[in-house]
């Protein structure tokens, strides 16, 4: 499964250059509002070391990384609810993603116009829910005028259905976004077939200035408070600088992120967090030909994580030799792990956790 995300914000926030350093697709970026029309679509690999340590120990010809899907969506500005700039086409662009990257401006820069005038991040991470709540809003409307139609022949669970809506309703109307609604046991399901916008999961992602590096400065702090509030995380990133590093080898990358005092760089730190935010895992598969990661929701059992490399693993699935890869570094092969005794054999029920490395068995 491809973690999907829609990278969201006003004009002019960093969103085209934030997407041109994760997918290298080179989309346009420029000083004015709605240069980005249709939304630009990229995969990005998934930095992760032990692949390439995997890869290393079992001679593979080939490593091939899990991947992040990105959608760049162009600027909303208020309004966009109703049609302003490009409004309806991007709000629905944004209905057609896992989770919300929402960019904010959090840099001051003269020669970057801001639709706003100026750069105040609570203000443009309000301007943008509002718009999503808007959408909603008027999307549950339509949901509500089209059952309570239908609820007047007397069908219980329509009623039952209707009332539900226009509890969600209510709530949205309150200025709530929809993942935070108080629902009951079983609402989940319910809540997501209405494919509300402000149901999706977000990171915000404080773009600075590469002055504020590495804690960001007070905008970002700004950022971080709001997302704290809505238990959600805040990775501070400088779009210019993620873009020089981008270009370098590992050793001048090392000395720059030395230099700026960053363990990693931000689009590092900012797919680990997105894999967190949907509760995501990587588990690893690996050989002479390949050794290659792949991603399932954290809770998945062995014959549905089989199914992600081929719907026939699952349907014939007998066990899983698994172990995790820190073991399988120590030990140095697989043989060498099964003569230990830390290879194991695990059966339909075992839920897979993240860094384990597996060789399916199945019937063809």
């Not at 004015?32 to 079992?58: K, Q």
């Not at 997501?192 to 915000?204: D, T």
């Not at 030799?321 to 030990?331: A, K, P, V």
């Amino acid at each position: 499964m491809a973690l999907r995300c829609g990278i969201a914000g006003l004009p002019n926030v960093g969103k085209s250059s934030l997407f041109n350093v994760l997918s290298g697709a080179g989309a346009r970026s420029e000083n004015y509002p709605f240069c980005t029309i249709e939304p630009n679509v990229g995969m990005a690999p998934v930095p992760d070391d032990r692949l390439r340590r995997l890869t290393a120990l079992s001679g593979s010809a080939k490593a091939t990384p899990a991947a992040v899907e990105y959608v760049d969506i162009a600027g909303l500005v208020a309004g966009a609810s109703k049609g302003e700039g490009l409004g309806n086409r991007f709000l629905g662009h944004i209905r057609e993603v896992d989770a919300i990257v929402h960019v904010v401006r959090c840099f001051e820069d003269p020669d970057v116009t801001h639709v706003s005038g100026s750069v105040d991040p609570a203000r443009d991470i309000e301007t943008v829910d509002t718009e999503l709540l808007l959408k909603d809003l008027e999307s549950l409307e339509r949901r509500i005028e089209k059952m309570a139609k239908q609820a007047k022949g007397g069908d219980r669970a329509l009623r039952e259905e209707l009332a539900f809506v226009e509890r969600v309703y209510a709530h949205v109307g309150a200025g709530k976004p929809a993942r935070a609604f108080p629902g009951r046991p079983g609402d989940e399901a319910r809540l997501a077939s209405l494919f509300l916008l402000s149901a999706k999961p977000v990171l915000y992602v404080a773009n600075v200035a590469e002055a504020d590096l590495p804690g960001g400065g007070p905008h970002a702090a700004v950022v971080r408070q709001i997302a704290a509030a809505e238990g959600f995380s805040c990775v501070v990133v400088c779009a210019d600088i993620e873009a020089q590093l981008a270009g370098l080898n590992d050793e001048e990358r090392a000395a720059w992120l030395e230099e700026l005092g960053l363990e990693a760089p931000g689009m590092d730190r900012f797919v680990a967090a997105g894999y967190a935010l949907l509760n995501l895992i990587t588990f690893f598969t690996t050989g002479p030909k390949e050794t290659r990661a792949w991603t399932v929701a954290r809770g998945t059992r062995a014959p549905a994580a089989a199914g992600v490399i081929h719907s026939d693993f699952e349907r014939g699935f007998i066990r899983a030799e698994t172990i995790q890869c820190e073991e399988f570094f120590r030990y140095g092969s697989e043989a060498a792990a099964r003569e230990a005794g830390v290879l194991r054999a695990e059966g339909k029920e075992y839920v897979v956790a993240d860094g384990d490395v597996i060789l399916f068995r199945f019937n063809v």
